[in-house]
């Protein structure tokens, strides 16, 4: 009997006592977490609120708020600018064993215009709604994922991990004007040699659903401008080869052939960044008048200009027939130029191969980055190919791997787009999967041709 007693006792005293301790512990737990979301949130924020934005971004503001978060990070840093007052940071978070490859995460500072007038929110206020959406321009594209790895690092170093491989950040200009001033340069640098670079990551898209998307390579852009002479003559005459006529007959046979590209889209064939895009992004003719154009008149010239796409895996060789014999060609008088991108060989990297990554096992990196993301509850999509450009192609044309990979799921595509945003939710689920990919990248030991065990993940 008295010992039924003393056993309900102590079971009382466990109740009543351990209890509330238990919780307030639990309590604590919370209010700690909450309080890391929200100063995270805030450096997000903060660096939203600094305008980037071209044509004028302010990247000495840009750059004085990483090297503050590379010092409490005790990252070492440098600022080169190889254009003037252009700058591009490189942080560093030294391995245990340099002589190992590094990884380069990469993210660029600057970001598109916006039209003030257009967002329900200021595009640089960084505000959050009651949803927990924080609305700026660069919240998708891509301050998110610059500040993402920064975060990332910020945990693993609290939770005393080091390093095996360096890893090296770059945070660029200029990649929304074409990378020229930025990442380009970088991939040039003889430094780079030095950085013994082994894998980039690079940004990506946002996902509708619930898993990520993931690209391996990208389209090249091939900006064509195609020109049409021809006899001018009265505007009631009917007569063949005017200038207006043939490039007409060009535009059609273009027309034919974005028609059958896209069919193959849209019937489920093929992904978008899998076939040639072609886009007419001007029209330029005719014989300007005080109130318009002159209309009895057939002009002499005529001028059209494309955006076109190509894939990494198109035949190059055909395209540039197409255009020349088809779209362009000198028997009806036309002549054609390709824009500052295409050179020959564009589509193959410095060792004459396609420039894309592989995302098989002959790709060490790729394995990782797959099971470091399911490993933080993630979900990958199949890779794709970028349906526009980015700087990871500065990577690949060295023969690089490079990876874009944003972590955003459930989320409205929305960059360059009026009321960019992202939930914080997203923002904070993608800092754990950054963790997870940086862990597993910066311990990986090619030697063993293995990852390390897996309790060291
Ligand atoms: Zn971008």
């Not at 080169?80 to 064993?97: A, I, Q």
């Not at 046979?253 to 001007?282: P, T």
């Not at 002499?300 to 990494?312: H, K, L, T, W």
Request: proline fraction near 6%; glycine fraction near 6%; aromatic fraction near 10%.
């Amino acid at each position: 009997m008295e010992g039924t007693l003393a056993s309900h006792l102590f079971l009382f005293f466990l109740i009543v006592f351990s209890h509330p301790s238990k919780s307030q512990s639990l309590q604590q737990q919370n209010q700690e977490e909450e309080d890391e979301s929200s100063s995270i949130i805030s450096r997000f924020q903060q660096y939203l609120q600094i305008d980037t934005s071209h044509p004028n971004p302010n990247y000495l503001a840009s750059a004085q708020f990483i090297l503050s978060q590379a010092k409490t990070l005790n990252l070492d840093s440098e600022t080169v600018e190889f254009v003037p007052g252009k700058p591009l940071l490189l942080l560093k978070w030294p391995g245990k064993n340099p002589s190992l490859p590094s990884i380069l995460l990469n993210s660029h500072t600057d970001v598109v215009a916006a039209e003030h007038s257009k967002w329900s929110h200021p595009p640089f206020s960084g505000h959050v709604d009651p949803a927990g959406n924080i609305f700026a321009r660069g919240s998708q594209d891509m301050k998110c994922v610059g500040l993402q790895y920064l975060e990332a690092i910020r945990r693993l170093k609290r939770s005393g991990y080091e390093p095996i491989r360096t890893v090296y950040l770059s945070f660029v200009p200029d990649e929304e004007t074409g990378g020229h001033d930025g990442a380009e340069k970088l991939a040039e640098w003889e430094r780079f040699e030095e950085m013994n670079v082994g894998v980039v990551l690079d940004e990506g898209l946002a996902s509708t659903n619930e898993a990520y998307r993931v690209f391996y390579a990208e389209r090249c852009p091939w900006w064509l401008v195609i020109r049409a002479f021809g006899a001018p003559g009265h505007g009631s005459k009917l007569y063949d080869n005017s200038a207006m006529e043939n490039l007409m007959k060009s535009i059609e046979s273009v027309r034919r052939f974005r028609a059958a590209q896209f069919d193959m889209v849209k019937a489920g064939l093929k992904a978008e960044g899998e076939v040639i895009s072609v886009n007419m992004a001007f029209l330029k003719a005719g014989t300007p008048a005080p109130t318009g154009f002159v209309m009895n008149l057939q002009p002499s010239e005529a001028e059209a200009g494309f955006d076109i796409r190509v894939p990494p895996s198109a035949d190059e060789e055909s395209l540039e027939k197409r255009i020349a014999e088809e779209w362009a060609p000198s028997s009806r008088n036309m002549t054609f130029k390709l824009g500052q991108f295409k050179q020959r060989g564009s589509l193959r990297d410095k060792f004459g191969k396609p420039e894309l990554t592989a995302t098989d096992s002959s790709n060490p990196w790729w394995k990782l980055l797959e099971d470091a993301v399911k490993r933080a509850n993630g979900k990958l999509n199949k890779p794709e190919i970028f349906p526009a450009s980015t700087d990871a192609r500065y990577f690949r044309s060295r023969g690089l791997p490079a990876i874009g990979f944003s972590p955003m799921a459930n989320t409205p595509i929305l960059l360059h787009d009026h009321n960019e945003f992202l939930n914080q939710a997203e923002y904070l689920k993608g800092i754990e999967i950054y963790e997870s990919i940086i862990k597993a990248y910066a311990s990986y030991v090619e030697s063993t041709g293995d990852k390390v065990p897996k309790d060291e993940l």
